[in-house]
Structures are given as C-alpha cells and as structure tokens.
C-alpha cells in the first residue's frame, strides 16, 4: 500500500459527460502529479501541485482541469468526454522538492461510451 | 521525441537468463528513478540514482547512473518469473517528472 489513495476506482460514463477524479496524497506530501496511462502506453504528464498551487503542466488538455485543496488532496475534472479519453488516470505524491521520488495511488479506470 | 528513451521496448526471455535494459536522454538529470509497474496497479519506485556512475543493488537488480548523468541501466541476474512487469524509468525536467515510455519484460517459465 502505497499510501495514495485515488477514488473511484473504475468509471464508466458517456461521451460529453463531465467527471471528477480524486486522489489523497500520503501523509504529508506536499506534491501531487497526475498522470494519463491508455492502452499499453508509458505514462503521460499532466500536471503538477505543490501544496496547493500549480508548479507545472504537461500535455493537459483545455477539457481537463486541476486543482489541489487547503487539506492537500487534489481533484482532475475532465468535461467533454471522448471516447479516446479512455484510459487509466493516476496520481502520485512526493514528500517536498528537490526530493521527487514518488508514490503512486492504485489508479482511475475511466472507460467512455 | 521522449525526453527519456528505454530500449528495448519490449522483451521476452526463458527464466534463468540475464538482461539489461536501457534509459538514454540527451539532457543531464540531477537523478533517475526506476519503477515497475504490474497490469492494472501503479508504478511502484524501486530506486533511485543520483551521483554519476552510481551502482546500486536490489537483489538480483542492479542499476547503474551514467557518469555524464544522462542515462542509466537496469541489469537483471537469473530472470524470474515474477520479474514480469512494464519497467519504467523517470526524471525531474522543470517540475515535471517525466517517464519513458517503459521497457515491457516477459520472464516465461
């Protein structure tokens, strides 16, 4: 058990629906990344917080959005949905910078129909 | 173009043998990680390297950080078959840990 703590743990919604993605970092990790996994692919950098404020995006789309709150934990919403945003979303929480060693929840399956 | 290069993408191998993969950039990194990743459950961090031409050992793993920091290795001694897994490699570029793309190994009994 990593400790991260993403919820729900599979979605299933329509296309052009909206969802929310929680995660709950570790005790006391400050950084939260977020991350899209599809089929057999690496995985790809969405964004990053840290204790609260956004440090850096990747290749997020405009329909995605972040945010991490007062208490730490973070939310991705994701609108529009297409069906090629099928995929497994996870989170992943560090300590603090320069130390970026990170712990990452058991995922979101998020399947679009 | 991935800012980290695994190779081989993909490997399949009889229990008992060897094998290296490989974690290339053009960039220096102030460390890289190694991660394995099991079907259906996050990435879990096997070890970091940090100082140029480090080795480090985990059992029957060994990892190694090029002397120029730009890239690094992951031996496997006596592959088993719970070796099996997406091995992943990651570092730090303006606040973004970033992946390659993973080297997936098949350990077959």
């Known amino acids: 058990d990593s400790g991260v703590t993403q919820t729900p743990k599979h979605l299933i919604t329509a296309t052009g629906q909206r969802v929310t993605l929680r995660c709950s970092p570790r005790s006391g990790d400050l950084s939260v990344y977020w991350y899209q996994q599809s089929l057999d692919q690496g995985l790809q950098f969405l964004i990053h917080y840290y204790n609260g404020e956004e440090r850096a995006k990747g290749n997020i789309l405009e329909r995605f959005s972040a945010q991490q709150f007062p208490d730490l934990h973070s939310e991705l919403n994701l609108s529009s949905l297409e069906l090629g945003d099928s995929a497994l979303y996870f989170c992943?929480?560090?300590?603090?910078?320069?130390?970026?060693?990170?712990?990452f929840g058991q995922g979101t399956r998020l399947t679009v129909v | 173009t991935q800012l980290l290069e695994q190779s081989p993408q993909f490997l399949s191998i009889q229990e008992g043998e060897n094998l290296t993969v490989y974690c290339n950039s053009s960039?220096?990194?102030?460390?890289l990680q190694w991660y394995r990743q099991e079907p259906g459950e996050g990435p879990v961090l096997l070890v970091t390297?940090?100082?140029?031409?480090e080795v480090k050992k985990l059992k029957r793993l060994t990892f190694q950080f090029g002397d120029a920091r730009k890239d690094s290795s992951l031996h496997i001694t006596a592959a088993q078959p719970g070796d099996t897994g997406l091995y992943l490699c990651?570092?730090?570029?303006?606040?973004?840990?970033?992946f390659g793309q993973g080297t997936r190994l098949t350990i077959n009994p």
């Open positions: 992943a929480s560090s300590p603090d910078r320069p130390n970026t060693e990170a712990f």
């Open positions: 990651a570092g730090v570029r303006a606040q973004k840990l970033v």
């Open positions: 390297v940090v100082t140029g031409g």
């Open positions: 960039s220096v990194f102030s460390s």
